[in-house]
């Protein structure tokens, strides 16, 4: 059961970057999606980024399209999201998930149940 862990989530100033670091290992198949969701207090859960293991499609959300980017190092099993131009809207909790046996699509990234295991997620705050 591949289990993702998150990190790099923190406190940072409008404008400013964040790097956030998805690891995950143990797959049992050669096809897996890990995308970001975040969400905020008193709303729903939101898919911001995907990319499909070992290969070259990536997925983002209108809202971070530009200045989100989603990237892999296969060596270590680790997927991130590198966040720029951060805004105080972009603040909640972020999630990375994993669904294995199958790469994702243009829109199945968005979709929550897609993904089989969760992590316990990681903290952004923005100030502005």
């Known amino acids: 059961q591949v289990q993702p862990v998150e990190s790099g989530g923190g406190s940072v100033q409008a404008g400013g970057s964040l790097r956030l670091s998805c690891a995950a290992s143990g797959y049992t198949s050669n096809r897996n999606c890990i995308a970001w969701f975040r969400q905020a207090p008193g709303r729903e859960r939101e898919a911001v980024a995907a990319i499909n293991i070992g290969g070259r499609n990536t997925y983002y959300s209108d809202s971070v399209k530009g200045r989100f980017t989603i990237s892999q190092d296969n060596a270590k099993n680790t997927v991130y999201l590198q966040m720029n131009s951060l805004k105080p809207e972009d603040a909640a909790m972020y999630y990375c998930?994993?669904?294995?046996?199958?790469?994702?699509?243009?829109?199945?990234?968005?979709?929550?149940?897609?993904?089989?295991?969760w992590g316990q997620g990681t903290q952004v705050t923005v100030s502005s």
């Open positions: 998930a994993v669904a294995t046996g199958a790469y994702c699509g243009p829109y199945d990234f968005y979709r929550a149940p897609y993904f089989s295991a």
